[in-house]
């Protein structure tokens, strides 16, 4: 899995936190309404970037373990959640979402923006299932989100954001195979002067068959699975193919 650097970390806590903050609630509604297992207010934030989506859940009372594979993105983590750190409800560590271990269950784990799609390929995929059975308690819940082979047709295109503080430059290239790439320059200030500090990153993104991906689930140990759409997370899709972006849910 990549791990990204300082650059696209800091361009990602600057204008991409705004997903976090609204699907974060719709994530506790579906999973506080679980009778299973008493929803203990335990967190795993598998990918937990620079930490806005753990925030959120920190506010409402959770303890927090956040896991990503790039320091930078922990960095920005730690610093967003200083005050939780601080107080041990919140942790922030550096990890293979492919392969890891906790050292305690937790009652729900989640991965979300599409993060599981950065892994390399469907073993990869299959390591994390098996890691984050590992982690949960009976009866705990695990959601995240993938970007379809419906949305990666689509991703084709040059955005440019051009402001006085920002120069962003993406353009997404898909062929139709199994890997898509997202390729990112950028221009962000350079302390208080004139000067400007470039950036380049380039995200690649697995096409996941979402019929792989239950089947994996199965194979990890995952019961009662179901596709949704973010606005409905109770209520199961047919079809996520569909869907450009499918939220799964899967329960231990």
């Known amino acids: 899995m990549q791990a990204y650097g300082s650059g696209f970390a800091r361009i990602y806590n600057i204008r991409w936190a705004g997903f976090a903050a609204r699907i974060a609630p719709l994530l506790r509604a579906y999973y506080e309404a679980q009778p299973a297992n008493g929803a203990p207010r335990d967190l795993l934030d598998l990918c937990c970037g620079t930490g806005q989506l753990a925030l959120a859940f920190l506010e409402a009372g959770y303890r927090v373990t956040g896991l990503d594979l790039s320091p930078d993105m922990l960095a920005f983590a730690r610093t967003n959640a200083a005050d939780y750190v601080a107080s041990g409800q919140a942790r922030f560590v550096q990890g293979d979402a492919a392969d890891f271990r906790l050292d305690a269950p937790v009652g729900l784990a989640v991965s979300t923006f599409d993060a599981l799609n950065h892994l390399p390929d469907l073993d990869a995929l299959r390591g994390c299932f098996l890691s ?3 982690a949960l308690v009976e009866g705990g819940v695990f959601i995240f989100d993938l970007n379809t082979r ?3 047709i689509d991703c084709n295109t040059i955005h440019i954001h051009d402001a006085p503080d920002l120069l962003l430059v993406q353009r997404g290239v898909y062929g139709g195979g199994e ?3 997202n390729q990112i320059t950028g221009f962000l200030p350079h302390g208080d002067g004139p000067l400007f500090e470039r950036f380049e990153e380039t995200i ?12 994996a689930l199965e194979t990890a140990g995952f019961r009662h699975i179901h596709f949704a759409h973010e606005q409905s997370l109770d209520q199961p899709v ?13 329960h231990r």
């Open 179 to 181: 890997r898509a790439w």
């Open 204 to 215: 690649y993104e697995t096409v996941f068959a979402m019929a792989d991906v239950r089947a």
């Open 150 to 152: 419906r949305k990666m």
């Open 238 to 250: 047919t079809d996520p193919e569909t869907l450009e972006r499918a939220f799964v849910i899967a």
């Open 132 to 134: 984050v059975h590992a």
